[in-house]
DNA sequence: TCTGGGGTCCTAGGACCC
DNA sequence: TCTGGGGTCCTAGGACCC
């Protein structure tokens, strides 16, 4: 039995905990570079806003709705979060984090009543971080997810599911024609697992509801879509086939992409700016305590604008692998200067880490030349380096990010040039002490 | 006229998730 | 003027092996 423990319309309910002000108006989060709408308040989505709308042509509402839109702040989500997965976890003995709002809740051995137990943890999280939540159980992750949207939507649309409740919604214990009843009024494309492509192909086939779906043949499935889509028809069925992951391993791609505040058209900004990505990669790449082997950047102009489109990658092999912040801009850089053309105006870039290992790992060789040049050149040994990139990781998880940094990334800061958007950003809340909230009695 | 069988590995692309 | 970022998994097809 699983519970899927999920924060409604999670960034807006982090930015109405320091702001109660916004609460029963319509607002948006947008996404980087205040491009497009990322989360919607139930009074958002009321108004029509769909998930990804650009924000420019939603823009009108601010005036015509008092529609309020704030940049993101993932500084503040991500410590919500954390306080908040805190919290389901003690729904039951195992826990899966799987998104920064959802957490999947293993129930085995739970004893008891377990829709009055997820209400209690439910009013919990409520009382102590201020973030309301569903709470959806069932057999397998599949039907909790499906569970978890039901709960969602008989409290947004009263009357939408009349044998529910709102907030929790245990599928596990439903009467048979109650649960059918059930799933013949959700569509299938609400189905974890069935995304817009596959959720139109079922459509023509004349598979519309889940109720349709769950009934399908899974060899079917499997021949006319794939193993995947077979999974989730079986775990409709009631069948587990998606085990809990409440130990994920190391992830196998680290990426730190950006779009730009502004076309750039310039090698210089755009050297800088990989340079700082590569930077940030490293970081996350040795808080995993993994080594890269490889290294993608890549670049692109806007496909939105017409004209000529350029998008252009390439791998850069690393010589060793390496966690090193230096190494790894450099050769980002190095990538950015062999595939840059003039000429255009890109919008975006990025770096991704591949072919990672444990750093536990070490590939021994033969001592057939010197210390690679970017050692010799700043006269260390690999040893210092790493030293140096312990260092420089205490330094900015204690004064801030970006506190010490490669000098090839430029200046720091608003001032430069391919930053990014970010004109409605709220305070740091929780995690700066100049942000913290003060009480006046 | 007639050209095997069985396997692995890699990559690109497509689908999905939040 | 203005359209996000970071992941995972699966599949098909090609290259290559003996």
Same mark, same amino acid.
């Given at each position: 039995?699983?519970?899927?423990?999920?924060?409604?319309?999670?960034?807006?309910?982090?930015?109405?905990?320091?702001?109660?002000?916004?609460?029963?108006?319509?607002?948006?989060?947008?996404?980087?570079?205040?491009?497009?709408?990322?989360?919607?308040?139930?009074?958002?989505?009321?108004?029509?806003?769909?998930?990804?709308?650009?924000?420019?042509?939603?823009?009108?509402?601010?005036?015509?709705?008092?529609?309020?839109?704030?940049?993101?702040?993932?500084?503040?989500?991500?410590?919500?979060?954390?306080?908040?997965?805190?919290?389901?976890?003690?729904?039951?003995?195992?826990? !899966?984090?799987?998104?920064?709002?959802?957490?999947?809740?293993?129930?085995?051995?739970?004893?008891?009543?377990?829709?009055?137990?997820?209400?209690?943890?439910?009013?919990? #999280?409520?009382?102590?971080?201020?973030?309301?939540?569903? #709470?959806?159980?069932?057999?397998?992750?599949?039907?909790?997810?499906?569970?978890?949207? #039901?709960?969602?939507?008989?409290?947004?649309?009263?009357?939408?599911?009349?044998?529910?409740?709102?907030?929790?919604?245990?599928?596990?214990?439903?009467?048979?024609?109650?649960?059918?009843?059930?799933?013949?009024?959700?569509?299938?494309?609400?189905?974890?697992?069935?995304?817009?492509?596959?959720?139109?192909?079922?459509?023509?086939?004349?598979?519309?509801?889940?109720?349709?779906?769950?009934?399908?043949?899974?060899?079917?499935?499997?021949?006319?879509?794939?193993?995947?889509?077979?999974?989730?028809?079986?775990?409709?069925?009631?069948?587990?086939?998606?085990?809990?992951?409440?130990?994920?391993?190391?992830?196998?791609?680290?990426?730190?992409?950006?779009?730009?505040?502004?076309?750039?058209?310039?090698?210089?900004?755009?050297?800088?700016?990989?340079?700082?990505?590569?930077?940030?990669?490293? !970081?996350?790449?040795?808080?995993?305590?993994?080594?890269?082997?490889?290294?993608?950047?890549?670049?692109?102009t806007s496909p939105y604008r017409p004209g000529?489109?350029?998008?252009?990658?390439?791998?850069?092999?690393?010589?060793?692998?390496?966690?090193?912040?230096?190494?790894?801009?450099?050769?980002?850089?190095?990538?950015?200067?062999?595939?840059?053309?003039?000429?255009?105006r890109?919008?975006?870039?990025?770096?991704?880490?591949?072919?990672?290992?444990?750093?536990?790992?070490?590939?021994? !060789?033969?001592?057939?030349?010197?210390?690679?040049?970017?050692?010799?050149?700043?006269?260390?040994?690999?040893?210092?380096?790493?030293?140096?990139?312990?260092?420089?990781?205490?330094?900015?998880?204690?004064?801030?990010?970006?506190?010490?940094?490669?000098?090839?990334?430029?200046?720091?800061?608003?001032?430069? !040039?391919?930053?990014?958007?970010?004109?409605?950003?709220?305070?740091?809340?929780?995690?700066?002490?100049?942000?913290?909230?003060?009480?006046?009695?």
């Amino acid at each position: 039995m699983y519970a899927l423990v999920d924060g409604n319309n999670f960034y807006v309910s982090c930015e109405r905990v320091f702001r109660p002000s916004l609460n029963g108006r319509p607002v948006i989060v947008l996404s980087n570079n205040d491009g497009c709408a990322i989360a919607r308040s139930n009074e958002a989505k009321a108004l029509g806003i769909k998930m990804g709308a650009p924000w420019f042509k939603i823009r009108h509402m601010e005036q015509e709705a008092g529609l309020v839109a704030l940049s993101a702040n993932f500084t503040l989500y991500g410590d919500m979060s954390d306080r908040m997965m805190s919290l389901a976890a003690g729904l039951g003995p195992s826990q !899966e984090i799987y998104s920064i709002d959802e957490s999947f809740i293993g129930l085995q051995g739970v004893r008891g009543d377990l829709v009055s137990r997820a209400f209690k943890v439910r009013a919990r #999280i409520h009382q102590w971080t201020g973030i309301p939540t569903c #709470i959806g159980i069932a057999p397998t992750k599949t039907l909790a997810k499906l569970a978890n949207h #039901i709960a969602k939507t008989a409290e947004r649309k009263p009357g939408s599911y009349p044998q529910m409740l709102a907030q929790v919604c245990n599928l596990a214990t439903l009467p048979a024609q109650d649960l059918d009843d059930v799933l013949q009024a959700t569509a299938v494309s609400e189905v974890w697992g069935v995304g817009p492509r596959i959720a139109k192909q079922l459509q023509d086939g004349g598979i519309r509801t889940v109720l349709d779906l769950t009934r399908m043949d899974t060899a079917t499935i499997r021949r006319g879509w794939s193993v995947t889509l077979e999974k989730t028809v079986r775990e409709l069925q009631g069948q587990s086939c998606i085990e809990l992951d409440d130990a994920p391993g190391p992830k196998q791609q680290i990426a730190c992409t950006r779009s730009f505040g502004k076309p750039m058209h310039e090698l210089g900004p755009l050297v800088e700016a990989v340079s700082e990505f590569a930077g940030r990669a490293a !970081e996350k790449l040795r808080k995993q305590n993994c080594l890269a082997s490889e290294l993608l950047v890549f670049m692109h102009t806007s496909p939105y604008r017409p004209g000529a489109q350029c998008s252009r990658s390439v791998v850069v092999p690393l010589r060793r692998p390496t966690d090193d912040t230096l190494a790894l801009a450099q050769a980002a850089a190095d990538g950015m200067r062999y595939m840059y053309v003039p000429g255009f105006r890109f919008i975006k870039a990025g770096v991704i880490l591949v072919e990672l290992q444990p750093a536990s790992v070490q590939q021994w !060789e033969l001592d057939l030349e010197p210390l690679a040049h970017e050692d010799a050149a700043t006269a260390t040994t690999p040893r210092d380096r790493s030293r140096l990139m312990t260092a420089m990781d205490a330094i900015n998880c204690r004064y801030g990010k970006g506190t010490v940094h490669s000098a090839a990334t430029g200046k720091q800061g608003p001032k430069r !040039e391919w930053g990014m958007k970010q004109e409605r950003r709220t305070p740091q809340y929780t995690t700066r002490l100049e942000d913290v909230p003060v009480v006046r009695a």
